[in-house]
């Protein structure tokens, strides 16, 4: 096996800053490039470049002097300079745009606390981040130091963790929570350590990408005190995996905390397969595992990095079968409204019968699988973990319809349409009409009937 090799550059400008400045992380942070000025030094601005750089209510720009060293000067499309320079097709309003499309503010019971699936949380620890994606989802309050949350709000979040039991995950993001200052991420990872019913804690940050050299040992072995901890990392394009990424990613894995990566599907970045099958294959070997693909969300400033969903689909078809099964990322839509992450995905199924299936598989071969002729039911009254593990009333969605819990899921308003303006009649008046009569196999003991 040849290890791989992978680039580290800088750019010309900072050849002779000192090894030991270029490795600080406080010295990235501090000579952040934000201004048309700074960036002439690194490369040639493009006039949309410069005139989004002058317009007001820009979503905030910094790069840290190591990202913008992955750039190619000569090539305004270079996949790195389109995620983090602002063009002034960022301005331009589109269908469909919200402030905050995955209405996470809603469904937040305390600021900074988003808890929409029923045993995890995200949680927001700060607004800041080492450099700005220009397709940020979260843009309504990231980049802003006075968005950022307070101790009292820190302090909320933790009081709605410690009388909310069901939440067993709690996701840290922001903003980078691993920008936060390392004493402050400290006491927030003990205080949720002391929670007996939060049983993993996980990161989501691009620090490791902006500015590797923040992964230092001593960061690491403060992070392994508080296992499971797991952390997922945000890289869109092969040429973000340097020797420094790859080094950063070393430590943190040696330091037994699984990585993952989320990338953002954007036009022009990444809409390849060739690209994203580079990618994951990369990110494995630093030992990183692909774990989501984002449909780019309907946020401003997004509107021209947006693909088609089928685009989606396609790099998925391109990838399972053709690589290695867990370097295949899940590909998600963020529902617009708050409706979580909804997977989508080539079909292979193609056809049934009452004892048949038909698959395809990527190669287009098609097989059949012949089903059970007789299958025993799961016995879910002698099963312990059915007795005990219900799935939440009112979340337990589709799930929940299979399960018993409820017959049926009903738009909003249904009963009264439904009405119709009638009043209760003579046929009306038994309102348990509509429930099932206790007959048939939800009823029935099937443990008994094997016997
Ligand atoms: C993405 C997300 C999570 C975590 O989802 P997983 O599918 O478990 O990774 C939790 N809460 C919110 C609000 C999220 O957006």
């Not at 420094?244 to 990613?249: P, Y």
């Not at 390849?272 to 099958?277: A, S």
């Not at 287009?364 to 299958?375: H, N, Q, V």
Request: aromatic letters at 8%; charged letters at 25%.
């Amino acid at each position: 096996m040849t290890l791989p090799v992978f680039p580290s550059q800088r750019a010309p400008v900072y050849k002779d800053v000192p090894d030991e400045k270029w490795n600080d992380w406080r010295w990235q942070l501090s000579h952040r490039l934000n201004s048309t000025a700074d960036f002439e030094t690194i490369l040639e601005l493009t006039e949309s470049e410069k005139r989004a750089l002058s317009s007001k209510n820009l979503f905030r720009v910094d790069i840290t002097p190591y990202f913008v060293s992955l750039i190619d000067p000569q090539d305004p499309h270079d996949p790195i300079r389109r995620q983090v320079i602002p063009t002034e097709k960022e301005i331009i309003p589109y269908t469909g745009m919200m402030e905050d499309s995955l209405a996470e503010d809603q469904h937040s019971p305390v600021p900074g606390l988003v808890h929409r699936y029923p045993d995890r949380v995200l949680m927001l620890i700060t607004t800041q981040c080492a450099s700005y994606c220009r397709y940020c989802t979260r843009g309504r309050i990231v980049g802003d130091p006075s968005a950022t949350f307070s101790q009292e709000e820190f302090d909320m979040q933790i009081a709605y963790l410690e009388r909310t039991p069901q939440v067993r995950d709690v996701l840290l993001s922001g903003g980078d929570p691993l920008v936060l200052a390392p004493k402050l991420l400290e006491r927030l990872l003990t205080r949720l350590q002391a929670i007996p019913h939060i049983e993993i804690v996980r990161i989501g940050s691009r620090v490791p990408v902006f500015m590797p050299m923040r992964i230092t040992d001593e960061l690491c072995s403060m992070l392994r005190k508080y296992h499971p901890l797991w952390l997922n990392i945000h890289v869109n394009h092969p040429n973000e995996i340097t020797a420094e990424l790859a080094q950063a990613c070393a430590r943190l894995a040696d330091a037994g905390i699984p990585l993952g990566n989320q990338s953002v599907l954007l036009a022009g970045i990444n809409d390849c397969v060739h690209i994203q099958r580079k990618l994951v294959q990369d990110l494995v070997r630093i030992r990183v595992r692909p774990y989501y693909l984002y449909q780019c969300d309907l946020v401003e400033g997004a509107g021209h990095f947006r693909t088609p969903v089928s685009k989606g689909i396609e790099i998925i078809e391109g990838l399972r079968g053709h690589t290695t099964g867990f370097a295949v990322p899940t590909f998600v839509v963020d529902a617009p409204g708050g409706g979580g992450k909804i997977p989508v995905m080539p079909n292979y199924l193609i056809s049934s019968s009452d004892h048949k299936i038909v698959l395809r598989n990527y190669e287009g071969f098609i097989t059949t699988y012949e089903e059970p002729l007789e299958y025993h039911a799961h016995d879910s009254k002698k099963c312990k973990f059915c007795q005990k593990k219900k799935l939440e009333r009112g979340q337990a969605g589709v799930a929940g319809l299979l399960d018993g819990e409820r017959m049926f899921i009903k738009p909003e308003g249904f009963d009264q349409l439904h009405i119709r303006g009638g009043e209760k009649h003579r046929l009306r008046q038994k309102t348990k009409k509509w429930e099932p009569l206790g007959i048939g196999p939800g009823e029935i003991d099937t443990g008994e009937i094997d016997k």
